[in-house]
């Protein structure tokens, strides 16, 4: 094989290699948007729009864990400073072990606020 050819075929592997991460990242996202969307579908339901009522902060919860939007974690000490769980339930509740729960990584921000 010529060195041209070699040349080219490095660089259609490496072509090759950048679509493959391409098509796994649009898979990724795909899922994330499909999650978002039948989430959204099942808060427009639960409201009962477009007559409309409250959504409860549980249902909301419960909603968004279904969907994978927030996640379950079983804690027994402080996530970060100023926590809510140990704010609201105190350090010997949240001792024993108290589910906190987090928002997915493809939702959270660079920092994330605790949430309980």
């Known amino acids: 094989m010529t060195p041209i050819l070699e040349q080219l075929e490095a660089l259609f592997e490496i072509e ?3 679509h493959r991460h391409d098509l796994k990242r649009l898979a990724e996202v795909s899922a994330d948007r499909d999650r978002l969307r039948a ?3 099942e808060l427009f339901a639960e409201s009962e729009w ?6 409860g902060g549980f ?4 909603l968004a864990v279904a969907h ?7 804690r027994t000490e402080p996530c970060v400073k100023g926590c809510h769980c140990e704010q609201n339930y105190g350090i010997k509740e949240l001792a024993k072990g108290l589910t906190c729960y987090r928002k997915a990584d493809w939702l959270a921000e660079k920092i994330e606020a605790p949430h309980g």
């Open 50 to 55: 477009p007559a409309g009522s409250d959504i």
């Open 39 to 41: 989430f959204c579908r």
């Open 68 to 74: 994978g939007l927030l996640r379950e974690e079983t």
């Open 16 to 18: 090759c290699q950048t």
């Open 59 to 62: 249902t909301f919860q419960e």
